[in-house]
């Protein structure tokens, strides 16, 4: 190629580069500043019924554009790396493992939604300064593959502990907590049970009863436990899932069976509360209040479960059946406070790591 | 070079130094206490380590696999060649979840070899190179085979004729002419591996951590930006060690070589041991590629009751009555391909000109760009996606939401591909050609489009196929860029993936078995194009 023609391309292709970013900046990015459009930050498994969104449009005019980036975990810490200047108006996603983290960075402006009163005061875990809004829960809990459990006539596992009995030796698989949120949500449960220091003894022993750790959900549900119908067939009828998963299993079955073919183990549960916040340096304060109110909406949260497979925030949310016949309601999950799982999780993680892995 | 440069220089640069940048730089104070601290750890010696060894073992094994592959390709023609190359790069574009579970129910527990002879290897690090040689075959095959095919076998003929055995003929005749390609190809799947994540997670189970993998961690897990940023400068040190080594061992041997088209040096097998090469080289292609596709296609048709398109028809009916979450197939397919395509255009106008720049220049400025453009094959995908975020956020490039990040970001990974498959056949072409062609009056743009581009024709093709294919498979950037509401088919392959449920699990397969008829027939039809270019000279 000769140098005057390479000048020629180069123009051309500096040009086109150009053309696409003035594109870019005077179409899209300008939803912020447009006060027709609120714009929810959130992580990549957020999800709604459209005409619930079209609803919301019709009811306050405003439109709402979804904007995700990666995992719950990364879409916090992109929040946060992004702060004073971020990416939308209301953030949707944060929960109470890493609540604290976006807290003490500034992340959000104090906003009492519309309908808080009809939360559960225990799933209100910034009651006080109300900067963020708790819009639904779910349990992390070990699931039970029930055929397996019926064919060697075995009650399943209720407790934590049972899960150290030999009867039930080798049959678990969890995820590693260094990775995986329901991995960490299984270590939390174990630290909230044992105490800061008891846990490391207990999993000491789920290690010497051969615990089976795997890098995430998806190779731990579809490739290594037996009771998934999906997948491929794994040998552990025991999993660290969450509460929802059997209503999940069910969901889709064209003749409904009498129970979901996996259950739960009620008593190794741990509680992941999910956050709303109104973003500091929102460019449309207005709709993300308006946002958040609807959020919190009876319509907005009975669309949840469905969407979710999470249990909606309000007590008065009626639950779908697929919930109410299939799934249990966990009475006694463990919690901790966000400020003790913010202190702990790194060294807690570093310790299970090398008990454990 | 000059575009290029710029291009390097804003979206990979730029949004690099400023992410680690915030990592090493606390309230205005730069914090370089914390390298050495991270450096010394144990626990990132013990990563880096493994790091380095599984890369050099999985390339060694590439190469060993593949080569065979690539000779064969290259030389012979047999029925069905173009649709078993295309089906070979079919992996590169798998999420290597879904690819990884499918090498899992071949190899792993309970696998078809543990039913068979009882071979588990899962856990194993035998399972993570063989997962290596499973995703990279492409990269040798296409690479090496793309020149390979273009080497006039008349010249090793002409030696045997002068009385070389057929094995020094090799030796001194077609190796070197090849060993810039293999080099190349050796180079980026070193990279490659070098920077694996998904089979490590997957294969690995979690005893084993690339950099890459612990990066990772440390930026989206943790937070720890500044041991991210001392983890990344550790990973760029590494791939800077390796392409320098790799731009001495290769920058004297590249020469000019007569090139001819490829259609002529393919024929049926001849004898023999040429009749048992193929078919070796098929059953490898069969038993570590097909199968493990095959067991894709299998789970995505095997519905609840029997084999059927449940899960393909789920697919439409979910997209009509469901949420924000599902995306109708269709459209999942058309924001994959269009991003695909501007991502391909962006890293052929960028790599091309680049591999221009890089044929007619020397020197070490030249050297260190070449270098330069491999880098982000040695960047971590989030790294990238946050440096975009912090660095891309204000005007005049204020591309937060812009649907532009996507191809941009795709691009980046695809460049590398294009400058190395184009490098090795333009430095391959015979200067006398263009002087010749000038000498007889032709313009310089003339020269161009009848002496370069006809022997670059299957190069550029080549590029472009890898370029696309990188494209079309890339999630780790586009996971934190793309907008949900135009998710692209890994994303949404992911979603499906990440709940319980027969249904999400079957669609996922399905999804993927769409992916991978997407990309085969892409690559397919690229392969058309060229061959009716070619025809002309």
């Given amino acids: 190629m000769n140098s005057q023609l390479r000048r020629a391309v180069s123009a051309a292709l500096l040009g086109s580069v150009a053309l696409g970013a003035l594109v870019g900046c005077g179409g899209d990015s300008k939803g912020g500043a447009d006060s027709k459009t609120v714009t929810l930050v959130t992580h990549d498994s957020f999800a709604a019924s459209k005409a619930v969104l079209k609803e919301f449009t019709k009811e306050t005019g405003y439109k709402v554009r979804v904007q995700a980036g990666g995992d719950a975990g990364a879409a916090v810490n992109q929040a946060i790396l992004s702060k004073g200047h971020p990416q939308g108006d209301v953030f949707f996603g944060v929960d109470n493992t890493l609540l604290s983290r976006a807290l003490d960075n500034d992340l959000f402006t104090p906003y009492t939604a519309k309908g808080l009163d009809k939360v559960p005061a225990a799933l209100q875990l910034d009651r006080a300064e109300h900067r963020v809004t708790p819009v639904d829960f779910g349990d992390i809990c070990v699931n039970y593959d029930r055929k397996y459990f019926a064919d060697k006539k075995l009650a399943p596992p209720r407790t934590l502990e049972d899960l150290t009995e030999p009867a039930y030796k080798n049959l678990l698989v969890t995820e590693n907590a260094a990775t995986s949120s329901p991995g960490l949500g299984f270590l939390l449960a174990t630290a909230a049970r044992y105490g800061d220091d008891g846990w490391k003894g207990y999993w000491k022993k789920l290690r010497a009863n051969g615990v089976e750790v795997v890098d995430g959900w998806e190779q731990a549900y579809y490739d290594r436990f037996s009771g998934s119908t999906g997948g491929g067939k794994g040998d552990r009828p025991l999993v660290v899932s969450y509460a929802s998963s059997p209503p999940a299993e069910v969901a889709d079955a064209k003749t409904k069976p009498a129970k979901a073919p996996t259950g739960v183990a009620t008593g190794t549960c741990f509680r992941q509360v999910e956050f709303a916040g109104l973003l500091n340096g929102a460019g449309n304060t207005k709709g993300g209040k308006a946002l958040l109110d609807f959020l919190l909406s009876k319509r907005f949260q009975e669309d949840v479960p469905l969407n979710m497979y999470v249990n909606p925030a309000r007590e008065d949310a009626e639950l779908p059946e697929l919930f109410t016949r299939y799934g249990t309601r966990i009475a006694d999950s463990a919690t901790l406070a966000p400020q003790k799982i913010a202190k702990n999780r790194e060294p807690w993680v570093k310790t299970w790591s090398s008990l454990v892995l | ?537």
């Fill in chain 2, 1 to 537: 070079m000059a575009v290029p440069l710029a291009f390097f220089a804003v979206f990979f640069a730029y949004p690099v130094a400023a992410i680690v940048t915030q990592g090493l730089r606390v309230g205005g104070q730069w914090r370089f206490g914390r390298i050495a601290e991270v450096v010394t750890d144990p626990a990132t010696l013990d990563v880096l380590w493994f790091t380095c060894w599984q890369a050099v073992a999985s390339t060694a094994l590439t190469l060993a696999v593949a080569l065979p592959g690539a000779y064969v390709f290259a030389r012979f023609d047999f029925p069905g060649k173009g649709l078993l190359r295309a089906v070979v790069t079919v992996p590169f574009v798998l999420p290597t979840v879904v690819a990884g579970s499918a090498f899992l129910a071949l190899l792993g527990r309970g696998g078809l070899l543990d039913e068979l002879w009882g071979v588990r290897l899962d856990t194993s690090v035998w399972a993570i190179l063989l997962a290596h040689v499973f995703f990279n075959y492409a990269v040798v095959v296409r690479t090496v085979g793309g020149l390979w095919a273009q080497l006039d076998p008349r010249q090793e003929e002409a030696a045997r004729v002068l009385g070389a055995s057929r094995l020094s003929a090799w030796r001194r005749v077609t190796l070197p002419a090849l060993a810039p390609a293999v080099a190349a190809a050796a180079l980026m799947v070193f990279l490659f591996t070098f920077t694996s994540f998904g089979v490590i997670q997957i294969l690995g189970g979690p005893r084993y951590a690339t950099l890459e993998v612990a990066i990772y961690r440390e930026t989206a897990q943790l937070l720890d930006l500044p041991t991210a940023a001392v983890l990344t400068l550790v990973q760029f040190a590494a791939v800077a060690a390796v392409l320098a080594l790799h731009a001495w061992t290769v920058r004297r041997r590249e020469s000019a070589l007569r090139l001819v088209d490829p259609g002529r040096t393919a024929r049926r097998p001849n004898g023999p041991a040429q009749w048992a090469l193929l078919w070796g080289v098929l059953a490898v292609v069969a038993l570590l590629i097909v199968t493990p596709l095959a067991v894709l296609v299998e789970r995505s048709l095997s519905g609840p009751d029997g084999y059927g398109f449940t899960y393909y028809e789920a697919l439409e009916s979910a997209a009509d009555s469901g949420g924000t979450f599902f995306v109708a197939p269709m459209e999942a397919i058309g924001n994959s391909l269009r991003y695909a395509a501007v991502a391909t255009v962006f890293a052929l106008a960028v790599g091309g000109l680049a591999a221009a720049a890089l044929t007619r220049k020397a020197g070490r400025l030249v050297q260190g760009f070449d270098a330069l453009l491999m880098l982000p094959l040695g960047t971590s995908a989030v790294t990238v996606g946050f440096g975009f975020l912090i660095a891309l956020d204000e005007p005049p490039l204020d591309l937060r939401a812009s649907w532009v990040l996507v191809p941009l970001a795709q691009a980046l990974v695809g460049v590398p591909f294009v400058v190395r498959t184009m490098l090795p056949v333009l430095r391959a072409v015979d200067h006398r050609l263009r002087e010749a062609a000038a000498v007889l009056g032709a313009s310089p743009w003339r020269v161009w489009r009848e002496v370069d581009l006809p022997l670059v024709g299957r190069a550029v093709a080549v590029a472009a196929g890898f370029a696309f294919a990188v494209s079309l498979g890339e999630f780790g950037a586009t996971v934190f860029i793309a907008r949900p509401d135009q998710p692209t088919l890994p994303v949404a392959i992911a979603r499906f993936l990440g709940r319980a449920g027969q249904l999400s699990y079957g669609q996922a397969m399905a999804l993927s078995t769409i992916l991978m008829l997407v990309c085969a027939g892409s690559l397919l039809a690229l392969e058309r194009i060229r061959t009716d270019r070619s025809g002309e000279f």
